[in-house]
């Protein structure tokens, strides 16, 4: 074979892209079975099987994932070129697609990702936010480079990726000024039977923060749990109870939310990962992303 059938290549790439055959016949706007014969001829052609059924799902293959990583390249590259050519970008700027599981804080992903946009040569950031179980279903299908989570993947999760430590600090106590300025006294045995506002039993954190919390003899008073960090913020600032959130953050939380640190809850530590498919990060987005990560946010 001197070279791959490109017409064959592009069917596969869109069935892996789109997360099925139908959808893909959709996009190309010709039928399933026409999608399905062209990929078992390409498949001939390189010796081997491209994709394969996993409940009713269809994914790629070890070879197929081979495959598709090279394809992404160069239909990515394709559309680089028309936009060029037709004077819609006056460069090739690259693009990286971010998941970002909704119990990651805001304020964590902004200064995570932020950098991207910046520089000489800055990335178009495109950022899709969900559960995590979604979000790893797309990136398992190569919809996404990264997924940004607060817990790394678990052999039961039944995907085949990695976790890369971005980096891990102290988790801090916020409240309203007035509730605050008591609070610090006599801290942390004050925070006993105050109002909390907690993430809910879906974040890493709230496991976190009720061993600390048994461990410091504290019984919180659970007035809110959240799904999503923003919101939690929001009712926090109203007054409606103590809240937490990274430290690597606190003074962003202090600054935007108009609250006060109460104090640290020691030897309790949230980490944030980034989730893919590399084992060896090769994608020039997330190695800048976990060198700036490791390298300021989380320095300490």
């Keep these: 074979m001197k070279h791959p059938n490109y017409n ?37 052609e390189l010796a081997g099987r491209l994709l394969e059924k996993k409940g009713r799902r269809v994914v790629p293959t070890e070879l197929g994932l081979r495959v598709y990583e090279y394809a992404d390249e160069i ?69 996404l480079d990264l997924v940004l989570s607060t817990s790394a993947l678990t052999t039961s999760s039944g995907f085949r990726g990695y976790s890369h430590l971005l980096g891990e600090c102290e988790i801090s106590f916020f409240a309203s000024a007035r509730m605050a300025a008591s609070l610090r006294r006599n801290f942390p045995g004050s925070l006993d039977q105050m109002p909390f506002l907690l993430p809910t039993e879906r974040s890493p954190n709230r496991r976190i923060l009720g061993n600390w919390f048994t461990e410091h003899g504290i019984t919180p008073q659970v007035v809110g749990e959240f799904d999503d960090s923003g919101l939690l913020k929001t009712f926090g600032q109203a007054g409606l109870g103590v809240f937490a959130a990274p430290a690597a953050i606190e003074q962003e939380v202090v600054r935007q939310c108009k609250v006060r640190i109460i104090g640290k809850a020691d030897g309790a530590r949230a980490k944030f990962y980034a989730l893919s498919m590399e084992r060896k990060i090769r994608h020039p987005a997330v190695v800048q992303i976990m060198a700036g990560a490791r390298g300021m946010l989380f320095r300490d």
Aim: hydrophobic share 45%.
């Design 75 to 143: 239909f990515a590259r394709g559309q680089d070129l028309i936009r060029v050519l037709q004077g819609l970008t006056p460069h090739i700027q690259r693009t990286v697609t971010i998941g970002v599981s909704d119990v990651v804080p805001n304020l964590v992903a902004w200064r995570v990702i932020a950098p991207l946009m910046r520089g000489e040569n800055p990335f178009r950031v495109v950022c899709h936010t969900g559960a995590l179980d979604t979000l790893v279903t797309d990136l398992a299908a190569h919809r």
């Design 8 to 44: 064959h290549l592009l069917y596969f790439w869109t069935v892996v892209r789109d997360g099925g055959v139908a959808r893909a016949a959709v996009s190309l706007h010709i039928t399933p079975q026409t999608i399905s014969g062209q990929i078992k001829l390409l498949e001939g």
